[in-house]
T-cell receptor
């Protein structure tokens, strides 16, 4: 069981470039989440999904898009990267059920120049 | 939406002392309160959680208390050890409706000095 994995681990982009971050989980979890973590700001929810084919906006969705075509994968896209999107991105997943634990991936460090 | 405030932002203790981190929440409908620990360069991991029908929960050196009336909850670590050094996040959610989201506090950097 790999749990929650993220690809890539680290990426440098130039302003205006696009990229996709991949999150994969092998725990058959229904719910998946994308967070960004910035110093002193905690974990802020970007987008989330409550099932295959569904997505919803979180607290800070602007500049990002997501897709959940397969239950085990949740993709986060940046269409035109900005320096303000420099951050560490964490994916998480959880089982259905109101109080199930969220399991986090190892994170992706993104630097936008 | 929910707002979670966490204090202090940094906390330094001597090994063996106790550490207390406090959080307040705004949504009276919130009923699930997990705590996550994040070591440097690692992912956040759940260490303990509490439901709104419980006032206190313990797991070895870690305990969490909840005061629903005042809308605050706290993490208590006793007999701290250097390996307790990490960032701790509190969170809150309303698990009774269709809201499957956690709202996190901004974190507390705990340093345990040997």
């Amino acid at each position: 069981n790999a749990g929650v994995t993220q690809t890539p681990k680290f990426r440098v982009l130039k302003t205006g470039q696009s990229m996709t971050l991949l999150c994969a989980q092998d725990m058959n979890h229904e719910y998946m989440y994308w967070y960004r973590q910035d110093p002193g700001m905690g974990l802020r929810l970007i987008h989330y999904s409550v099932g295959e084919g569904t997505t919803a906006k979180g607290e800070v969705p602007d500049g990002y898009n997501v897709s959940r075509l397969k239950k085990q994968n949740f993709l986060l896209g940046l269409e035109s990267a900005a320096p303000s999107q420099t951050s560490v991105y964490f994916c998480a997943s959880k089982n259905a059920g109101p109080e199930e634990t969220q399991y986090f991936g190892p994170g992706t460090r993104l630097l936008v120049l | 939406g929910e707002n979670v405030e966490q204090h202090p932002s940094t906390l330094s203790v001597q090994e063996g002392d106790s550490a207390v981190i406090k959080c307040t929440y705004s949504d009276s409908a919130s009923n699930y309160f997990p705590w996550y620990k994040q070591e440097l360069g690692k992912r956040p991991q759940l260490i303990i959680d509490i439901r709104s029908n419980v006032g206190e929960k313990k797991d070895q050196r870690i305990a969490v208390t909840l005061n629903k009336t005042a809308k605050h909850f706290s993490l208590h670590i006793t007999e701290t050890q250097p390996e307790d050094s990490a960032v701790y996040f509190c969170a809150a959610s309303n698990s009774g409706g269709s809201n499957y989201k956690l709202t996190f506090g901004k974190g507390t950097l705990l340093t345990v000095n040997p």
